[in-house]
């Protein structure tokens, strides 16, 4: 083995070491949790109300306002609109 094989083989060894780090520290992070219930929340009527309403915002958000300014950001409505980066 030449020298620029082993250093290559050290690189990826490197590599390797950096992402097996960066995966065990995205890992334990933190762990996702529900929130707790509480039933005197959870029973608000306007709590109801947003249960309902919600897979319609999030339709709302994807289908309407998304695409809204994916189109404003480009030109000419870029300019008309005033969007900057």
Aim: aromatic letters at 8%.
């Amino acid at each position: 083995m030449d020298q620029s094989e082993a250093t290559t083989e050290r690189v990826r060894g490197v590599r390797r070491v950096l992402l097996a780090t960066l995966v065990a520290l995205l890992a334990s992070s933190g762990v996702a949790r529900a929130d707790e219930y509480d039933p005197q929340r959870a029973g608000h009527p306007l709590r109801i109300v947003a249960y309902v309403l919600h897979p319609f915002g999030v339709a709302v958000d994807y289908l309407i306002l998304r695409p809204a300014h994916w189109a404003g950001s480009h030109e000419p409505l870029r300019t008309i609109f005033g969007h900057t980066d």
